[in-house]
């Protein structure tokens, strides 16, 4: 089956930094997306990963290892407007239904002062 | 203006309506997808098109129908809304031709929808 595991929810003060994990079992690997969503509202694209390694955009960061089955999103300089859920999301392959992506439940991220 | 627009934004309506959520484009992407969400289950995706002519069904599709109107344009449909299908349903675009970031999917704002 496919699984994508993410923290369920998590709190950091306003200027820390924060790292949000997400584990994956899917039947291929061919990409992951990082999302942020605010409540009510549509989610907005963040980071993509394929190969191994830390792409960085600005405040934030995203990890990939493909042999852990392992992501993570790295958040410096929190800000109060980060408050949001951050969801996961895989490609298992690329083309057809298999590119379809499957997404994890979200980890919601409050931000105290 | 916004690239991926949804109407209504907040629906209310009766157990056995039939109702209808719309979602259009101007973003020229060929593959379009509706989702629900719901709390503490995450996004679900419920059809999904290619192109005009090529319709699929995703993981949650009974009760649903959909229809592609056009490259722009994308609607689903309950057929006879019952109150388990009280969810937040996004609309979301992609381009398959994309570069970097392959086939990002791009979200409409979303219609809450609320069955009695």
């Known amino acids: 089956g496919q699984n994508i595991d993410q923290p369920t929810e998590m709190t950091a003060t306003e200027g820390a930094i924060v790292q949000i994990n997400c584990t994956y079992q899917?039947?291929?690997?061919?990409?992951l997306f990082w999302y942020q969503q605010h409540a009510g509202e549509a989610p907005t694209f963040l980071s993509y990963?394929?190969?191994?390694g830390l792409e960085e955009k600005g405040r934030f960061s995203s990890f990939l290892s493909r042999s852990k089955g392992y992501s993570y999103l790295l958040l410096k300089e929190l800000q109060m407007k980060d408050s949001a859920s951050y969801l996961c999301?895989?490609?298992?392959?690329?083309?057809?239904?298999?590119?379809?992506?499957?997404f994890g439940k979200g980890t919601k991220l409050s931000v105290k002062p | 203006d916004a690239d991926v627009t949804q109407t209504p934004r907040n629906r209310i309506t009766k157990t056995g309506k039939r109702i209808m959520l719309e979602c259009s484009q101007t973003?020229?992407?060929?593959?379009m997808y509706w989702y629900r969400q719901d709390p503490g289950l995450g996004l679900r995706l419920i059809y999904y098109?290619?192109?005009?002519?090529?319709?699929n069904k995703g993981e949650i599709s009974d009760g649903y129908s959909v229809s592609r109107q056009a490259q722009a344009k994308f609607s689903l449909s309950l057929e006879s809304a019952i109150p388990n299908q009280t969810a937040l349903y996004f609309c979301?675009?992609?381009?398959?031709?994309?570069?970097?970031?392959?086939?990002?999917?791009?979200f409409g704002p979303g219609t809450r929808l609320l069955v009695l």
């Open positions: 979301a675009t992609s381009d398959p031709t994309s570069g970097k970031y392959q086939e990002t999917q791009y």
């Open positions: 899917t039947s291929g690997f061919n990409g």
């Open positions: 990963n394929v190969l191994d």
């Open positions: 999301a895989v490609r298992p392959f690329y083309g057809g239904s298999q590119g379809n992506l499957i």
């Open positions: 973003k020229g992407h060929d593959r």
């Open positions: 098109s290619f192109d005009v002519k090529d319709i």
